[in-house]
Nanobody
Framework: QVQVVESGGGLVQAGGSLRLSCTAS????????MGWYRQAPGKQRELVAS???????NYADSVKGRFTISRDNAKNTVYLQMNSLRPEDTAVYYC???????????????WGQGTQVTVSS
């Protein structure tokens, strides 16, 4: 009932920048939290950054000062601006959306299909 679509991944050299976008659509009443997670080969999925409806943000220590999360509530869209990229940032990046629907089941916690980010040294 809620669809999540990411875009913006790709290949970039170390020190470069990328911007990821994620849009949620469907039977959305409210979005409480939008977040970006990543999963590198052989590793667990980890939180990169999240942003509440109010605008309160949270970042993993490894990306503080380099990545910026923002959202456009009117468009149900979240962005992740990634600067000063490092090879260790290479992973599949997933968007997660948590909120309430106007249709039963009312709570949702949905994921996008993921977008690959590769940083070459």
């Amino acid at each position: 009932q809620v669809q999540v679509v990411e875009s913006g991944g790709g290949l970039v050299q170390a020190g470069g920048s990328l911007r990821l976008s994620c849009t949620a659509s469907g039977t959305i009443f409210i979005i409480n939290v939008m977040g970006w997670y990543r999963q590198a080969p052989g590793k667990q999925r980890e939180l990169v950054a999240s942003i509440m409806w109010s605008g309160v943000t949270n970042y993993a220590d490894s990306v503080k000062g380099r990545f910026t999360i923002s959202r456009d509530n009117a468009k149900n869209t979240v962005y992740l601006q990634m600067n000063s990229l490092r090879p260790e940032d290479t992973a599949v990046y997933y968007c997660n959306v948590v909120g309430r629907s106007w249709k039963n089941p009312y709570d949702y916690d949905d994921w996008g299909q993921g977008t690959q980010v590769t940083v070459s040294s």
